[in-house]
């Protein structure tokens, strides 16, 4: 493909976008293909000859939307929201030309240098303190990670870096295994299954803990459980405090995990993973301010803290400060440093390589800074508001209608409610729901009881979507308690 054509195809491909994001509410929601739809639609090798674009442009609406998902449309409501916005799309493209692989610092200095850069701004609409900003000369600074996952498995992994040299140092006869073996880290039952998971790849123990009946997180639960396993001989190095679970977007009490973690000297992460980008608004901050007061006036400056705050509307976002003085302990964890690899400026400017798994890294601070710029704080502290608004504007309409219940209270966009009854028919209820292929929801289970979450997904969400999700699961409503009462 020449210019011209990159030119011609690029500009239609941009039009299609438009147009699939301006009319994405005419399109059914979820898909009705079944599995394996999609090869008989394509041939069975790829072309010995080019084919023209043009084509591939007519395959798009022929072969791809037919199986997509839209994740984008109002009438979108599973799971959590995901970032898109118009600048995203188009620093993908630049990202896509430029096309480096900025594992260090010299591998691509703008990709290194723009994403510390944007992690400090990102970090200082958070109204983190200073020291968590590599502005701040320290050892504080922000990393964008793939995924949440990813995250919460490199912040164990540094964890247990940090829990092995600690206590060799103490204790230099003991092995690394017989160490490992001794580790021990906490999770709620409400945390997510990433957290398990970072438990099982990295070779750890993890305890899931029972939250109390508001589903958070207790102190005295975490302090509990570090007293019996110290007891048992076990070394406590790891909690994960959730701001904003997947089920019921409930937050853990950070104010007293925090001090818990502090005296034990646990590595606390805080995965915040769908609630965390709200707190760029100052009235949904204070939670995590009050935290880091706790924590940095504490005795001990030797507790680490990650924070993961992706759903900006540029995508995927973790941020991770070190509290602790002495080596940063991921940077240490994960350095392997062969020729190769090594150049002259080592040293004064991160080596991204070393904060992640991957080696490779895509230039993704791009999108942040045309993100940021593009629609200013102003509107992205909007634009949460006015998804918790609709949020709770969807409450209201449940609230008015005695057939239904709300399950869980209502802190962001997320509205978790049932109707009253049993299981089966609350099962039964979102089955005949998501069939009726207007608007998309997953339920979900805390202590045996199933209800649905609602959650305000689409950045184009606007009150007359809410009203149309609303009618649809009134008349599901209707039709299914008519049918029961047949
Ligand atoms: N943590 C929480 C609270 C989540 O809600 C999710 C996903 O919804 C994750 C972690 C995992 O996210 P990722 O797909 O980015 O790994």
Not at 320 to 328: D, I, K, L, M
Not at 412 to 420: D, E, S
């Amino acid at each position: 493909m020449e210019a011209n054509q990159f030119k011609a195809f690029g500009k239609e491909m941009i039009d299609y976008v438009a147009g699939y994001l301006e009319n994405i509410r005419d399109r059914r929601v979820v898909p009705t293909v079944e599995p394996g739809y999609l090869r008989p639609l394509i041939p069975e090798k790829a072309p010995e000859k080019p084919d023209k674009w043009e084509d591939v442009m007519a395959d798009i609406e022929r072969v791809i939307m037919p199986g997509v998902t839209h994740w984008h449309s109002p009438r979108f409501h599973a799971y959590f929201p995901t970032g898109n916005s118009y600048p995203a799309i188009v620093a993908d493209i630049l990202s896509g030309a430029i096309a480096c692989i900025g594992f260090t610092w010299i591998a691509s200095p703008a990709c290194t240098e723009l994403e510390v850069v944007m992690l400090d701004w990102l970090g200082k609409m958070l109204g983190l303190p200073e020291e968590f900003l590599a502005c701040s000369g320290g050892k504080g600074g922000g990393v964008i990670q793939g995924t949440a996952s990813e995250a919460t498995l490199v912040a164990l992994l540094g964890a247990k870096a940090r829990a092995i040299a600690r206590v060799k140092k103490e204790q230099p006869e003991m092995s690394d295994a017989d160490i490992v073996s001794k580790l021990v880290g906490y999770t709620s039952s409400q945390s997510h299954s990433s957290v398990e998971r970072a438990g099982l790849l990295g070779g750890v123990k993890l305890r899931s803990l029972l939250p109390d009946e508001t589903n958070r997180l207790r102190g005295e639960t975490l302090e509990n459980a570090i007293k019996e396993d110290l007891d048992a001989g076990l070394i406590p190095f790891y909690a994960v405090n959730t701001l904003g679970t997947t089920s019921s977007c409930t937050f853990d009490r950070l104010d007293e995990l925090g001090p818990v973690c502090n005296e034990y000297n646990v590595w606390l992460h805080i995965d915040a993973a769908y609630a965390g980008s709200a707190f760029i608004c100052p009235e949904y901050s204070v939670t995590i301010n009050d935290f880091f007061q706790i924590f940095d006036e504490g005795h001990r400056t030797s507790g680490l803290l990650q924070l993961q705050p992706p759903q900006m509307v540029a995508g995927e976002l973790r941020l991770f400060r070190h509290v602790a003085e002495g080596p940063s302990w991921l940077v240490n964890a994960f350095n392997v440093d062969p020729l190769y690899l090594k150049h002259e400026q080592q040293g004064s400017a991160p080596d991204y390589r070393h904060w992640q798994i991957p080696l490779g890294r895509r230039f993704r601070a791009l999108k942040l800074w045309f993100v940021l710029r593009l629609f200013g704080v102003e509107n992205l502290q909007a634009h949460i508001r006015k998804q918790i608004e609709l949020a709770h504007y969807f409450e209201s309409l449940v609230r008015s209608d005695d057939r239904f219940e709300i399950t869980e209270e209502v802190i962001m966009g997320l509205v978790c409610f049932r109707l009253r009854g049993s299981n089966e028919t609350n099962e039964a209820f979102l089955k005949r729901l998501n069939g009726r292929g207007a608007i998309h929801l997953v339920p979900s289970k805390i202590r045996d009881v199933y209800f649905l979450r609602l959650a305000v997904c689409s950045r184009m969400t606007e009150k007359s979507d809410i009203d149309i999700s609303w009618k649809e699961v009134k008349e599901t409503a209707d039709e299914l308690l008519a049918k029961n009462h047949c």
